[in-house]
């Protein structure tokens, strides 16, 4: 008998598999523009940590000056660059999951796993990777993979990764990926955008794409982003 408990568990399936289908630009675009406002935020607020340790305006936003003591304040001061984050390790970062997985669960062990989301849409692979990048930046100063971590941990956020305990908790389930068939990927990312969940974050995403890349034109930078990742 077909109750309303199949029912009700039926759609809300339907609905987790359609919420889980963001593309391209809604992780590029919209991790691109939270990197964007973080960035600014951390340099704004040190840029006012500057003002209150000198007690004088400051005219230009960097380099950003700060005091280890009132006494060295004038004599030794430190200097701390701004942030410049490495914005096409973000856009690496944004897409990895997707990057390992797609071609390993859809084409590598399509007739096998025929899934595009294993190893790379876990947390503890998320978890690896910020592990690796912390232990990076405080032995070598370097924070490129930590900005690949967090890319990767938004990633799984935007895909709305809580409705699937399998992958997202592997192994806790066991070592196995859930199984699918591989030749309805392209139907169900087409249905997808059909639902709010996934056609709201790709079009903002889009659009923020397109302003991003846009500026970058206007003001000649392309060549800049694509040797040293600066959008500005
Ligand atoms: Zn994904």
């Not at 956020?157 to 699918?180: C, E, V």
């Amino acid at each position: 008998m077909f109750s309303a408990n199949v029912l009700f568990f039926s759609i809300h399936k339907i609905k987790s598999e359609l919420r889980a289908l963001l593309l391209l630009f809604g992780h590029t675009g919209l991790t691109l523009g939270l990197a964007l406002l973080l960035e600014k935020s951390i340099n704004r607020s040190r840029i006012t940590q500057k003002l209150v340790a000198n007690q004088t305006p400051a005219v230009t936003p960097s380099p950003v000056t700060v005091s280890t003591s009132v006494n060295s304040l004038k004599s030794q001061p430190v200097v701390i660059p701004p942030l410049k984050l490495d914005y096409r390790l973000v856009l690496i970062g944004s897409l990895l999951p997707d990057i390992i997985d797609k071609p390993l669960g859809l084409l590598i062990l399509q007739t096998s796993l025929g899934n595009g989301r294993t190893i790379g849409h876990t947390l503890l692979f998320s978890l690896f990777l910020v592990s690796f990048g912390l232990l990076l930046l405080k032995k070598r100063n370097e924070h490129w993979l930590l900005i690949i971590a967090c890319g990767s941990i938004l990633h799984l956020i935007l895909d709305y990764m809580w409705f699937y305990p399998n992958p997202l908790l592997w192994p806790l389930f066991g070592f196995g990926f859930l199984q699918s068939d591989a030749s309805s990927w392209l139907y169900k990312t087409l249905s997808g955008f059909s639902h709010p969940s996934v056609y709201v974050p790709e079009i903002s995403g889009f659009i923020l794409c397109a302003i991003i890349t846009g500026i970058l034109f206007r003001r000649h930078l392309i060549g800049q982003f694509i040797k040293r990742g600066d959008l500005y």
